[in-house]
């Protein structure tokens, strides 16, 4: 069984069709955490995903990787910016109705021992200069791909950073 699947199956376990709820996993080291606002046999409708990882891994070098890798959510990923320990991934284009858009916003952080990705998708509204959270709809499969995509990138991340003596 594929990582991403042993963690979706834990996932699909803790959390409930009657409103969803936080689901921590951890497995192999990595810590994974659905905030799902609903769960079913379908797919789930999450607020957040984050998953961290047990190594410490370039934070810029992880965003372009993400980027490369997750092209199948609603828009395009890339990286915005990078300074020291964090990076910025977000959507681009952005979708756009009228005067709002939504887009992912995946912040990159890297402490001494751990990297984590928190993913989140958020809606603006240019009149009110406000942003809110939206979910981040996906099958089970699309999940687990995700959660795939994440790792890995992660893990090439990770891997280039300790190639390089100048990361």
Same mark, same amino acid.
């Given at each position: 069984?594929?990582?991403?699947?042993? &963690? &979706?199956?834990? @996932?699909?376990?803790?959390? !409930?069709?009657?409103?969803?709820? =936080?689901?921590? &996993?951890?497995?192999? +080291?990595?810590?994974?955490? &659905? #905030?799902?606002?609903? =769960? +079913?046999?379908?797919?789930?409708?999450?607020?957040?995903?984050?998953?961290?990882?047990?190594?410490?891994?370039?934070?810029?070098?992880?965003? $372009?990787?993400?980027?490369?890798?997750? =092209?199948?959510? @609603?828009?395009?990923?890339? %990286?915005?910016?990078?300074? +020291?320990?964090?990076?910025?991934?977000?959507?681009?284009?952005?979708? $756009?109705?009228?005067? !709002?858009? #939504?887009?992912?916003? /995946?912040?990159?952080?890297?402490?001494?021992?751990? !990297?984590?990705?928190? %993913?989140?998708?958020? *809606?603006?509204?240019?009149?009110? *200069?406000?942003? /809110?959270? *939206?979910?981040?709809?996906? !099958?089970?499969?699309?999940?687990? *791909? @995700? @959660?795939?995509?994440?790792?890995?990138?992660?893990?090439? /991340?990770?891997?280039?950073?300790? /190639?390089?003596?100048? =990361?």
């Amino acid at each position: 069984m594929k990582w991403a699947e042993h &963690v &979706v199956e834990q @996932l699909r376990a803790k959390a !409930t069709t009657h409103g969803g709820g =936080t689901a921590p &996993v951890e497995h192999e +080291g990595w810590q994974v955490q &659905v #905030e799902a606002e609903a =769960t +079913g046999p379908v797919g789930v409708s999450a607020q957040r995903i984050r998953v961290s990882a047990p190594h410490p891994a370039d934070p810029a070098e992880a965003g $372009r990787e993400l980027a490369g890798r997750v =092209t199948y959510l @609603l828009e395009p990923l890339r %990286l915005v910016e990078a300074s +020291g320990e964090r990076a910025l991934v977000r959507s681009a284009p952005s979708e $756009r109705w009228g005067e !709002t858009r #939504e887009y992912y916003e /995946a912040w990159i952080i890297r402490s001494s021992e751990r !990297t984590e990705i928190d %993913l989140r998708r958020y *809606r603006y509204t240019r009149s009110s *200069r406000q942003r /809110a959270p *939206r979910s981040i709809d996906v !099958t089970w499969e699309v999940a687990g *791909r @995700l @959660l795939d995509d994440i790792r890995e990138s992660l893990e090439a /991340a990770q891997e280039r950073s300790t /190639a390089s003596p100048s =990361t």
